[in-house]
Nanobody, 119 residues
Framework: QVQLVESGGGLVQAGGSLRLSCSAS????????MGWFRRAPGKEREFVAQ????????NYADSVKGRFTISRDNAKNTGYLQMNSLKPEDTAVYYC????????????WGQGTQVTVSS
């Protein structure tokens, strides 16, 4: 079983920055991918970014390309989402999730952290 805990959310003005962290724990943590998703009020959950745990290749939603950067620290079992040039439309609950080794779907999810961007 994998436990994911997000942190780093908060209130920031438009144009500001935040860095989210996702700490993974479990008896033997391993993952194929770690991803970040978000759910804005009244909207469906959407993909934000993902990173291959081994190799570090990344993918981003078009809406965040050039502003957000996903990274991970394998030694700390922690993933990060650096968010710059934040916009009010980035306001959402942000979730991290992982795909197990050999798996194809996001199985483990964190509880989410609120990000609010004021105009």
């Amino acid at each position: 079983q994998v436990q994911l805990v997000e942190s780093g959310g908060g209130l920031v003005q438009a144009g500001g920055s935040l860095r989210l962290s996702c700490s993974a724990s479990g008896r033997t943590f391993s993952a194929d991918r770690m991803g970040w998703f978000r759910r804005a009020p009244g909207k469906e959950r959407e993909f934000v970014a993902q990173i291959r745990w081994s190799g570090g290749s990344t993918n981003y939603a078009d809406s965040v390309k050039g502003r957000f950067t996903i990274s991970r620290d394998n030694a700390k079992n922690t993933g990060y989402l650096q968010m710059n040039s934040l916009k009010p439309e980035d306001t959402a609950v942000y979730y991290c999730a992982t795909v197990p080794q050999g798996g194809g779907m996001y199985v483990y999810w964190g509880q989410g952290t609120q990000v609010t961007v004021s105009s």
